[in-house]
Each structure stands twice: as structure tokens, then as C-alpha cells.
């Protein structure tokens, strides 16, 4: 157990549907990246921010979005989903300043099927 | 973008047979990690490598950092099956944390 949560496990939805996904970091730690990863595509980072500001971005759509509140937790928004949008979503936070190459501890991960 | 490379995609061993993984990238790297996700789970980080020619072990797992810091390995001794899940290298590009393709080992008893 890497201490990060992330809810909901699994997600069923149809095309065009839009959803929020959730992540809750390690307590203290101040940086969430969000991931995605598919078959085709690999691990691919999509944005990272610390300490509620977005800090880096990646292969993320013009569809998705995502915040982090003043609690720490993030939240992914993805909207006019698509099938190809079906992939495990991982969080992942990192204790330090915010450098991509601080050691992270990625969150269970949210499985996203689009019908 | 940043592109790392890891070969091969895919091996299976039996028990008691090394294994090994490379990654290699066109560009120099700062440094390199590699991290291992178990079937059904999730990247779990394994180390970092900063230093050129930099060799790190853990237990049966044997880390190396070329010299000229352009590529890096894993090495298994003796697997287990324990071992099998996929390994991936990860290096950090335009402030963000690029994923090689990854190695998927399956160890079988």
C-alpha cells in the first residue's frame, strides 16, 4: 500500500459521458501526477501540480482537465469521452519540491471503460 | 519528445535463469529510474541512478548506469516468481517523468 487512494476503482461509462476521477496523495506530500495507461500507449504522464498549482503538462487532451484543492487532493475531469479514453488512470504524488525526479508513489489506479 | 527505448518487449524464463532488461535513449539523461508494476497493480519505484558507470544492487536485482549515461540495465539473478511483472525505466524530460516501453518478464516454476 503506497498510502495514495484513488476512488473510484473501476469506471463504466458511455460515449460522449463525461467523468471525475479522484486521488487523495500521501499525507505530506505536496506534488499529484496523473497517468494514463493503455495497451497501445504505454505510461504516459498527463499533468502534474504542487501544491495546487499546475506545475507540468504532458499528453493531456483539450477534453481533460484536472485541479488540486487546498487539501492536496486532485481531481481528474475527463468530458466527451471516447472509446479510446478506456485505460488505467494512475495518481501518483511525491514528497518533495516538485521535481518529476523525486521518487513516486503512484495510487491504485482507476480502471476507465467507455462503451 | 523524449523517447526511451526498452528491450526486449517481452521474456519468459524458467525459475533460476537470469534476466535482463535494457533501456536506452537517443538523448544524455540527468538520470534514470526503473520501477516494477505486478500484474494488475501498479508502478512501484524500484531506484534512481545519477551517476555515469554507476552500478546499484538490491538483493538479486543489479542496476547500471552507461557511462555516458545514454542507456542503463536491469539485471535479475537467479528470478523467482516473484519477479514476474513488468519493469520499466523512466527518465526525466521537459519537467516531467517519460516511461519506456517496458519489459514484460514472466518466470515460470
Known amino acids: 500500500d503506497s498510502g495514495v487512494t484513488q476512488t473510484p476503482k473501476h469506471l463504466i461509462t458511455a460515449t460522449g459521458q463525461r467523468v471525475t476521477l479522484r486521488c487523495s496523495p500521501r499525507?505530506?506530500?505536496?506534488?499529484v501526477y496523473w497517468y494514463q495507461q493503455s495497451l497501445d500507449q504505454g505510461l504516459q504522464f498527463l499533468i502534474q501540480y504542487y501544491n495546487g498549482e499546475e506545475r507540468a503538462k504532458g499528453n493531456i487532451l483539450e477534453r481533460f482537465s484536472a485541479q488540486q484543492f487546498p487539501d492536496l487532493h486532485s481531481e481528474l475531469n475527463l468530458s466527451s469521452l471516447e472509446l479510446g479514453d478506456s485505460a488505467l488512470y494512475f495518481c501518483a504524488s511525491s514528497p518533495r519540491g516538485g521535481d518529476p525526479s523525486d521518487e513516486q508513489f503512484f495510487g491504485p489506479g482507476t480502471r476507465l471503460t467507455v462503451l | 519528445g523524449q523517447q526511451v527505448m526498452q528491450i526486449p518487449q517481452y521474456q519468459h524464463v524458467q525459475e533460476g535463469e537470469d534476466f535482463t532488461t535494457y533501456c536506452n535513449s537517443s538523448?544524455?539523461?540527468?538520470?534514470i529510474q526503473w520501477y516494477k508494476q505486478r500484474p494488475g497493480g501498479h508502478p512501484v519505484f524500484l531506484i534512481q541512478l545519477v551517476k555515469s558507470g554507476e552500478v546499484k544492487k538490491q538483493k538479486r536485482l543489479t542496476f547500471q548506469f552507461g557511462e555516458a549515461k545514454k542507456n542503463s540495465s536491469l539485471h535479475i539473478t537467479a528470478t523467482q516468481t516473484t519477479d514476474v511483472g513488468t519493469y520499466f525505466c523512466?527518465?526525466?524530460?521537459?519537467?516531467?517523468?517519460?516511461f519506456g516501453t517496458g519489459t514484460r518478464l514472466l518466470v515460470s516454476p
Open positions: 523512466a527518465v526525466t524530460g521537459f519537467q516531467k517523468l517519460v
Open positions: 538523448t544524455t539523461l540527468s538520470n
Open positions: 499525507s505530506g506530500d505536496l506534488s
